[in-house]
């Protein structure tokens, strides 16, 4: 009668196979899910109770029969391709203006002592004060909602920029000097790929507030776009309406926050 073959010991020090990255990615999900789904059944809930009134808080298949009405009609498309337009044009727009001022300030001392009390007065206007006095400089339509997308986008990503650089190792500075790197090329060669993690998380910043500024130029002066969908749902009465307008936004302001945090986690990835 033949022995039974036995499994050979597993390798002193051996460590156990680690969990695969997709599994990892799905468990996240499925736990991310938990408070939304929560957040859902408390909903209907709350609605079949009758603890609001159907004015007051619609119930879930009613804001999605909303949500069916101005599709099949092409307002929900349009609404949404608006806003997410002027997010786009506005977030680069001051992204851009953010990485620039931000290095200017972060490598010259002479312009941070110049600029900074400026920009940190600026900052802490509120979002809504700008919207009568860009009205006022260059009136109705698109060019003033830009601007103020833009403006939201500046500050979190030139603060970013200017902290990252002011914590810079100063020997990289001189290593880039030495290879023949001056001015744009030392900044756009050396340094600015040196603050890329926190360019990235400023970046995140930035585009979550051109989402919070955006709704603050389309409730005051627009006429299309999610904003006006939560104004106009306020003002006839369109509960459900003004609830989806509210769910899109936060949907698509995470959508949007996802893809950088893809892009950021890759970048430090590739880093390590």
Do not use: C
Not at 242 to 269: C, F, H, P, T, Y
């Amino acid at each position: 009668m033949s022995a039974t073959t036995r499994p050979a010991p597993a390798a002193q020090g051996a460590h156990p196979p680690a969990a695969r990255p997709g599994r990892r990615r799905g468990g996240s999900w499925a736990l991310g899910a938990v408070v939304p789904l929560l957040l859902l059944a408390a909903w209907q809930l709350s609605s079949t109770l009758g603890v609001f009134t159907a004015y007051q808080l619609p119930p879930p298949l009613a804001v999605l029969d909303a949500a069916r009405r101005l599709w099949l009609n092409g307002t929900l498309q349009l609404n949404v391709a608006i806003s997410v337009q002027r997010v786009l044009i506005g977030f680069a727009i001051g992204a851009t203006l953010g990485v620039l001022l931000g290095g200017l300030t972060g490598l010259s001392r002479t312009l941070d002592r110049m600029l900074s009390p400026t920009l940190g007065a600026v900052r802490a206007v509120p979002s809504l004060a700008w919207v009568p006095l860009l009205g006022l400089w260059i009136g109705l339509g698109e060019p003033p909602k830009i601007i103020l997308i833009a403006i939201g986008a500046f500050f979190p990503v030139y603060t970013t920029v200017f902290s990252a650089l002011q914590h810079l190792d100063p020997a990289l500075v001189e290593v880039g000097r030495a290879y023949g790197r001056r001015g744009w090329r030392l900044f756009s060669e050396i340094l600015l790929p040196a603050t890329a993690p926190s360019l990235l998380s400023g970046l995140r910043l930035g585009l979550a507030q051109s989402w919070l500024f955006l709704v603050a130029a389309e409730i005051i002066a627009a006429s299309i776009g999610l904003g006006f969908q939560m104004t106009n749902g306020q003002n006839q009465g369109l509960t459900d309406q003004l609830i989806l307008a509210i769910l899109l936004l936060a949907v698509l302001g995470k959508l949007s926050d996802v893809v950088l945090a893809v892009v950021e986690a890759k970048v430090k990835r590739d880093r390590n």
